[in-house]
């Protein structure tokens, strides 16, 4: 009786697992086919420089699988490396700088505005479409030419609505995070090290093979105005134990690994780890360098995997 009790149990977890896997995969097959049109679009050198705008829905639904899309859709294209990706959050900023409404279809000349103010020779934007409730959701990813405006690229997927998609088919992703849990998951206590520098991880995500984290630091000296800020040699390891090393540290959108900070005042700055799991979710173990002190964090959920939101 306990046999057999054990094997119903194994064959359900069984069960459980290959659907969850099945799901998984299925969702990345689509995204993977998704990209594999655009892909072969482009010649593989020169390399093409890409910002993916963003997916767009004409009901404003579907927020969290538009994230995910924009977000997962960059991997593949990345891996073909005939791409150079833009990051979403240079590109989120020309765009809200300069007040631009995102449409389904790219009119010309404000593709060529946008691949001009990005620096982009390509611009990649889709539409999310809603084809009825158990019926698959409808992905269209489309390219423009930054020179001509002209459409020159597209790809359709359709992604069948598995269990697993329910969380991406949600409107209310709580921002980056994926909600107050996700949140609590990613900010660190802060830390002190030489100089009196009090350092803080705010949070980090993933864009590509690329882990960015964002930092506060603070000048706690009351007897020194001016405190030195050095970036050493530093290391993340995602779950998959890659070892990604510390590219660059980017303090007011300008490079620069050495600073310094007024007593009381406080700075934040990006640190970006190159070389991590096109897949990545977690940060495993993270070490700074700063000032010679080392600050240590340890399982960092990236933003967008908090919380099981997205």
């Not at 046999?3 to 069984?14: D, E, G, M, N, P």
């Not at 889709?126 to 597209?154: F, H, I, W």
């Not at 359709?156 to 088919?169: C, G």
């Not at 409107?171 to 996700?182: F, I, L, N, R």
Request: aromatic content about 6%; some cysteine; charged content about 25%.
């Amino acid at each position: 009786m306990r046999k057999f009790v054990c094997a119903v149990f194994l064959t359900l977890i069984t069960l459980s697992v290959g659907r969850y896997v099945f799901a998984q995969s299925t969702i990345d097959q689509k995204v993977n086919d998704l990209a594999k049109p655009i892909i072969d679009e482009f010649p593989q050198t020169p390399k093409t420089r890409i910002a993916v705008v963003g997916f767009v829905n004409d009901e404003g639904r579907f927020n969290c699988l538009r994230n995910y899309l924009r977000r997962e859709i960059a991997s593949p294209l990345f891996a073909s490396k005939k791409f150079t990706i833009l990051e979403r959050e240079f590109i989120d900023k020309i765009i809200e700088q300069n007040k631009i409404e995102l449409d389904p279809v790219f009119n010309p000349d404000a593709a060529k505005k946008l691949g001009d103010l990005l620096g982009a020779d390509v611009l990649l934007i889709g539409v999310v479409t809603n084809l009825g409730r158990d019926l698959p959701v409808r992905v269209k990813a489309r390219c423009y030419s930054a020179r001509t405006g002209e459409q020159v690229a597209d790809a359709t997927a359709n992604i069948p609505r598995v269990e697993q998609l329910k969380s991406l088919l949600s409107d209310d992703c709580a921002g980056e995070g994926g909600g107050e849990a996700g949140q609590s998951r990613q900010r660190e206590a802060a830390k002190i090290v030489p100089n009196s520098i009090e350092v803080e991880l705010l949070k980090c995500r993933r864009d590509v093979n690329t882990v960015i984290c964002q930092l506060r630091l603070t000048n706690k000296s009351s007897t020194s105005p001016v405190g030195r800020v050095h970036f050493g040699y530093s290391t993340l390891m995602d779950e998959s134990s890659n070892v990604a090393r510390l590219k660059q540290v980017l303090k007011d959108g300008n490079l620069t690994p050495y600073f310094e900070i007024a007593s009381g005042s406080t700075v934040q700055v990006e640190l970006s780890f190159e070389g991590v799991s096109f897949n990545a979710k977690k940060v495993t173990v993270i070490e700074i360098v700063v000032n010679g002190g080392k600050v240590t964090y340890t399982n960092i959920c990236l933003a967008g995997f908090c919380g099981g939101a997205r």
